[in-house]
């Protein structure tokens, strides 16, 4: 079998310079070693080993010519962990606070358990939780008999109970595929093929004219269109949070900050994770870690998949200006390597949102925005959008892909070590499969468990935060006589109040710096990104928790905002020097 998909690739692909060595062990997994010429190169060779049905995964340790890789050294917070000790000792250890290890804790938390989440972040959602475009897929963009289209079908039907106990934001608006060519009428066929076999329910073709109605702002009528009323849309950092406090109420105790550095095991079981904060004791470890999902799996010798970056770039625009209110747009015909074809929506607050393109990267912390990125986001939703211009963007930003080399979840226990549970390469569409993949993840536990005890005392209801903006004036009076702070208003441009920000500071889940603010309460998220509310935010921030205000951050992890005093005002207002 080696040398078949060897001599694919050479066949398939340019390979002159490049140095490629395969091996394909005894459980199915292919090992990639050698050099090629660009990072491009690497991903390509990889995704062409992994197409292969009798490979299980893909071990990609290629690396481009003329680049060292250079593996970050965590003796020091390993030797730091374990001098610190033991700080807890549960029954479930869940590595990464997005929506995924979130909705797990939340799920677990319904029975008799003792558990924590790690997060080496300051707050949840810190990863590609809150860098997508947070569509809840239909499920007629995964590829057909795959895990991940099984899932996205049955998670996207779950977001409505998920939103009812929640209290999330959510809409069903469904969504719209246009064609204008033959070109584009095929990429539509195929897409609506997909759907049929994943069992997408409600999908149908529909006339341009019909299309048109369903979607007002479309000025040209298209060939055919494909309407998917099961498109939803929520912030997938709204979910995260929602999925997180109610777990926390529910007993999951949620250590912030802290990084997983090393895992002990003894070869048959784990035993414990080693954490820049001391050692935390654990029978099971789910690995949630995102695009470390793969590093985490090496700590326990089960590394059998190799993530590799995906960055997608996105827009977004001032909410007052026109445009679709659902993701529409017409299918990606070119097959480009940058883009798996997203177009323009409207977010749940009313940005139109363009986006997002899809670039593979070497750095799992490179978040840079390129003018590849706007380029790519500007062309596809200008299509759907143009009144809208330049002019009118208000920020941009971009996130990181789990990719695996089988483009598909990665959902189950370790054939290796004993309480070790991969959930990984939970890219696109894992958001809308979020439901369904933490249900799966405890029917595994239950498999091995034999069962478990319910947790009497659950409680599914998560209490809607207060959103000021949101209600009628009686209403925000009345909410005033009783706590004045709510008639404070400190971000203009989202009409976001002293007392929402308080609320959202002394929640289940703490909030410490300006960006876990703005998630929660989308204070700072307006026209003016922060320009004349952030002094007052920082300000609030240091009150409530008894801290210098040098103290303050973006979001952690030394990202300060205010570095020292300047100088000091007296009883008089006349500035005193000061080398504080």
Not at 114 to 122: A, F, G, W, Y
Not at 189 to 196: T, V
Not at 237 to 243: H, M, P, R
Request: proline content about 3%.
């Amino acid at each position: 079998m080696e040398s078949r998909i060897l001599h694919k690739i050479h066949k398939k692909l340019d390979t002159k310079g490049m140095d490629i060595h395969l091996k394909i062990d005894e459980n199915k997994i292919a090992h990639l070693k050698g050099k090629t010429n660009n990072w491009e190169e690497v991903v390509e060779v990889g995704l062409l080993v992994g197409k292969n049905r009798r490979i299980k995964n893909v071990v990609n340790d290629l690396i481009p010519k003329d680049v060292e890789i250079i593996k970050m050294d965590k003796s020091n917070l390993i030797n730091q962990g374990k001098n610190i000790g033991i700080i807890d000792e549960v029954d479930i250890l869940i590595v990464g606070g997005g929506v995924i290890g979130c909705g797990i804790a939340r799920e677990l938390s319904k029975f008799n358990l003792n558990i924590c989440l790690v997060e080496k972040e300051e707050d949840i959602s810190e990863g590609t939780t809150k860098a997508n475009n947070g569509m809840i897929h239909p499920g007629n963009a995964a590829m057909p008999f795959t895990l991940k289209a099984k899932l996205n079908v049955k998670g996207n039907a779950m977001y409505s109970d998920w939103a009812k106990e929640l209290n999330f934001t959510f809409k069903r608006t469904g969504s719209l595929i246009l064609a204008n060519s033959k070109e584009e009428k095929k990429v539509l066929n195929l897409a609506y093929l997909a759907g049929r076999l994943n069992h997408v329910p409600e999908m149908r073709k529909i006339s341009g004219k019909e299309a048109m109605k369903i979607e007002t702002s479309i000025e040209e009528e298209p060939k055919l269109a494909l309407w998917t009323p099961t498109t939803a849309y929520v912030d997938g950092y709204g979910v995260t949070i929602a999925l997180a406090e109610n777990a926390a109420t529910n007993g999951v105790k949620f250590y912030l900050g802290t990084e997983v550095v090393d895992i002990i095991h003894n070869n048959e079981e784990v035993e414990a994770v080693v954490t820049n904060k001391g050692i935390i004791k654990a029978k099971y470890i789910i690995n949630c870690a995102g695009v470390y999902g793969d590093d985490i799996a090496e700590m326990v010798g089960d590394k059998f998949y190799t993530i590799h970056p995906r960055k997608g770039g996105i827009l977004i625009f001032d909410k007052s200006k026109a445009g679709v209110s659902r993701a529409t747009g017409t299918p990606n015909t070119k097959g480009s390597k940058q883009s798996k074809g997203g177009g323009s929506q409207r977010t749940v607050e009313g940005n139109p949102l363009w986006g997002p393109s899809a670039r593979e990267i070497m750095d799992k912390e490179d978040l840079s925005f390129t003018k590849e990125d706007l380029d790519y986001a500007l062309s596809v939703g200008k299509k759907s959008n143009p009144h809208i211009n330049k002019g009118d963007l208000i920020t941009y930003f971009t996130g990181l892909r789990a990719a695996d080399y089988k483009e598909d979840f990665i959902i189950e226990k370790s054939n290796k070590i004993k309480g070790f549970i991969h959930v990984s390469g939970i890219q696109s569409p894992g958001l809308a499969a979020a439901p369904a993949i933490s249900e799966m993840v405890v029917e595994i536990i239950k498999k091995v468990e034999g069962g478990l005890k319910q947790n009497l005392n659950y409680n599914p209801i998560r209490k809607a935060l207060i959103e000021f903006r949101n209600l009628s004036r009686d209403q925000q009076d009345r909410i005033i006589k009783n706590d004045s702070r709510y008639g404070n208003v400190i971000c203009r441009c989202e009409t976001i109040t002293e007392g929402e920000i308080i609320e959202a500071i002394n929640g289940s889940i703490p909030c410490t710096t300006v960006d876990g603010v703005k998630r929660r309460t989308r204070a700072t998220m307006g026209r003016c990104q922060g320009g004349f509310c952030g002094p007052k935010i920082l300000s609030i921030l240091a009150r409530e928790q008894n801290k210098d205000i040098t103290q303050i951050s973006q979001k952690g992890h030394g990202s300060y905002i205010i570095l020292k005093k300047a100088r000091e005002i007296d009883l008089g207002g006349e500035s005193i020097g000061t080398d504080k």
